[in-house]
């Protein structure tokens, strides 16, 4: 099972731009579906984006769909989250998740690797 380690998150001014990323280690992430969700306080969990193992389909979430964009570098073992035009509601958790079934996508029980998180806090 891969470990997964998030970072760049941090404070940021709402319109400003974040770039997340996870570090993979103890197995290769080309094997692995990889996806971002978030959660907020006192807020259930929620998908952000996914990307297939080669990098060739990626879905967003339609909250962030035309400001984030996940992208992979199977090569470095690492997965992205660009953040741009980040508004308060942004401000979560947000954590990174591997997964080895067929599907990628928004449903968390296709995911079995997770990382600890990085904290995101956009001021208004």
């Known amino acids: 099972q891969v470990q997964l380690v998030e970072s760049g998150g941090g404070l940021v001014q709402a319109g400003g731009s974040l770039r997340l990323s996870c570090a993979a280690s103890?197995?290769?992430?080309?094997?692995?579906?990889m996806a971002w969700f978030r959660q907020a306080p006192g807020k259930e969990g929620e998908f952000v984006a996914a990307?297939?193992?080669?990098?060739?389909?990626?879905t967003h979430a339609v909250p962030v769909e035309g400001r984030f964009t996940i992208s992979r570098d199977n090569a470095e073992n690492m997965v992205y989250l660009q953040m741009n035009h980040l508004l308060p509601e942004d401000t979560a958790i947000y954590y990174c998740a591997g997964g080895t079934t067929l599907i990628a996508g928004p449903n968390p029980q296709n995911y079995d690797s997770w990382g600890h998180g990085t904290q995101v806090t956009v001021a208004a």
């Open positions: 103890g197995d290769t992430i080309s094997m692995y579906n």
């Open positions: 990307i297939t193992r080669r990098g060739i389909g990626a």
